[in-house]
């Protein structure tokens, strides 16, 4: 028997305990179960960015995983938490829309369950004493129903969705990653063979590529991501860093 | 059966092939062992940090579990190896202060078995070659009787306990979290039912919460923190930012 | 059976989601397989500094273990992507340089087999689309030779060799640690028993020691390193800070 995965994504940090004490928790609940790092540096309490990280690795894991995910600054106040049920994974998480790449595909419950929950000093380090049990009761095979009722409307951020017309497309940065690039919610099938200009904050690039080292030195490309988006790029050097630009940013595709 | 745990604190950095060496060397030497990240990124040479870390994370993993911790200034040196027996887990590490927490209650011998060391080259890297196998010894589930003489006194770093009396309590910041909060060394259960002012540094707060949300923005607030000790927090903000402060400065609750 | 070991290098960073889509996909084609982190703060697109991390870190780990490196700034280019054996191990990384400290005792083949890879979306994520499939591959223990024809000539990075004579040594800065040390490429053993000095860049060094402790504040030492080779090292304090230095310095030993 392959022993269970169990993913971990957090604002937690790399310096400090708080990630040790969720692993221990883990082994000690969950015996055998593999326990693999996604990241831990999501900025402080950015549910916005653990959102995105989160949708954008769990895909890759096996079916029969869990995703444990604590980016809650809600913590101790009257937030729920979820154990929602996707594509035969599980994901356990504060209800507050750090799960919204994954609804309305998912189904949530909201756990109620006192019994599994460790009375750990405080009442703000839930990802020892109530998530990582969650996590840990599923991982070791128990009922995802038994954990409490039906949650029909979970926490889902909010945000415009990218548009197109006739003249172009309009998007958003969604993140900006660890080489500079700038990650798109624009679909990448959205772009139409015909030229195209594309601005952001008053940049433009009208370069489609397929890779990174087809442009030259500072010249900014657009390619199709592997996320499925569009990406603006350049060659060994950080484009957010070249024009200023962080997630959040407005993306203009005019066709010409 | 399950696998051994052992869990990994250290100063070498998640950006040096220090770690690296050390994960490769337990892999070899406890085959099938869970290998589990605490922190590696406890400042250089910092045993203090280091014990609070490891302090703090330890208590949450199975019992049986090996620790591994090495924050070692005086590597090469004189200073001994210590493996220590604490509520059926196990400690390994510098005899240095890295262990204070567990003292009195561990029971600590003095690692003798140059039979276990290995001669990678150099004198400066006993993560590696000394304290690496030593771990994975115990991870394979052999006699920690047979590693060395008891050691009776244990290097413990040298810290005043917090204090109280009628009019108020002293202590000690002693760790800044990655969110800003400052955790202190005062018992959360030294807080009388009734009115105090807490102040650091000719900053004052006031208010008992349970939780941040609890909080105003940019007010500062008393809370009881997930290691039984009281914590001073803001909501969604670095308390210690704001106040310049960082581990060490005085508490101080008077009671009014 | 104890399960099959993989370790992780790459410029990926501990921010990112890049780590936990490989990870993902590695826990979907090698279940059970221990996955162990190296490092993945490499700075981004330095194909130097991650072949000398993956060769200071792999030879740590037991025979069997599946490397899985990338460092790749010519993803989607026509560069080839390498399965190298070497120690009873496995390597897999791009064919630019990363693998360098391998060869020639490792012997490489270029992996052409379209079949193992994924259709991701976009080309720019070959971690997760084909370098995580290949490793997966050989951690369930299938056949090398059958990964594609055997390459004679991988790319490898040309670095001068460090020079002796009898008035002295010629050698570089290869790595700074995360202490601030500065690894050399001179073998130790090359330190003959007769006074020196040592001069990087307009600073010298004539002690020899065997550990950091052996020196005052704000003395430089040369040490045998836990490479082999001889590092220059202050007690507690950066040299490399103090001396504004970086890999690359040429370091020169005069023999007196």
Chains 1, 2, 3 share one sequence.
């Not at 433009?204 to 080292?213: C, D, I, K, P, T």
Request: aromatic share 8%.
């Amino acid at each position: 028997v392959v022993p269970a995965v169990i993913s971990l994504l957090t604002d937690f940090g790399d310096a400090d305990y708080y990630v040790g004490a969720v692993k221990g928790t883990l082994a000690r609940l969950a015996p055998g179960a593999a326990i693999l790092d996604i990241s831990h540096e999501v900025p402080p309490g950015n549910v916005t960015a653990g959102a995105f990280l989160l949708a954008a690795a769990a895909p890759a894991f096996p079916a029969g995983s869990v995703h444990l995910a604590v980016v809650d600054p809600g913590v101790g106040s009257e937030r729920k938490i979820l154990a929602a049920r996707w594509r035969g994974s599980w994901l356990v998480a504060p209800d507050n829309g750090l799960l919204s790449g994954f609804f309305p595909e998912a189904e949530a419950r909201s756990v109620e369950r006192n019994d599994l929950f460790l009375s750990g000093p405080g009442a703000t380090f839930h990802g020892r004493d109530r998530f990582a049990p969650v996590a840990g009761y599923l991982a070791r095979g128990e009922s995802w129903q038994e954990l409490g009722p039906r949650l029909e409307r979970p926490v889902v951020l909010s945000a415009p969705p990218p548009t197109r017309d006739a003249r172009g497309l309009t998007g958003r940065v969604v993140h900006v990653d660890r080489f500079g690039n700038l990650v798109t919610d624009l679909p990448a099938g959205w772009l139409e063979d015909r030229p195209f200009v594309l601005e952001i904050a008053g940049h433009r690039a009208e370069r489609l590529v397929g890779h990174f080292q087809q442009l030259g030195d500072g010249e900014a490309g657009i390619l199709p991501g592997s996320l499925g988006t569009l990406e603006v790029v350049m060659n060994r050097e950080s484009v957010a860093a070249r024009w200023s630009l962080a997630a959040g940013a407005t993306v203009r595709v005019f066709f010409r």
